[in-house]
Nanobody
Framework: VQLQASGGGLVQAGGSLRLSCAFS????????MAWYRQAPGKQRELVAY???????NYIDSVKGRFTISRDNAKNTIYLQMNSLRPEDTAVYYC????????????WGQGTLVTVSS
């Protein structure tokens, strides 16, 4: 099983980045795919998630700026991040979870997003 995240980098405040995360290696489909982030010295937090039946949700601080999308056929999620702020600087992790048997919960390796002021 593999979760491969990509798309991080350095961007100026107000700029945009697009993160991608591809899930492979399991014959059992995911129920929820999500993006989390962890800023230096802070706990990991959920940024956004998308379920296989179309439910999407965001934390308040990214609403209107970030968009999560999901390609079920490719088991891939994306996070389009616009109007980036220095406080968005963090390592972003993707997560794939299956909540029905056989259940699983997998994490990607993380991709660093740095927003300069």
């Amino acid at each position: 099983v593999q979760l491969q995240a990509s798309g991080g980098g350095l961007v100026q405040a107000g700029g945009s980045l697009r993160l991608s995360c591809a899930f492979s290696g399991s014959q059992y489909s995911t129920n929820v795919m999500a993006w989390y982030r962890q800023a230096p010295g802070k706990q990991r937090e959920l940024v956004a998630y998308a379920t296989s039946n179309g439910i999407i949700n965001y934390i308040d601080s990214v609403k209107g700026r970030f968009t999560i999308s999901r390609d079920n056929a490719k088991n891939t999620i994306y996070l389009q991040m616009n109007s980036l702020r220095p406080e968005d600087t963090a390592v972003y992790y993707c997560n794939a979870e299956r909540t029905v048997p056989p259940s699983y919960d997998y994490w990607g390796q993380g991709t660093l997003v740095t927003v300069s002021s």
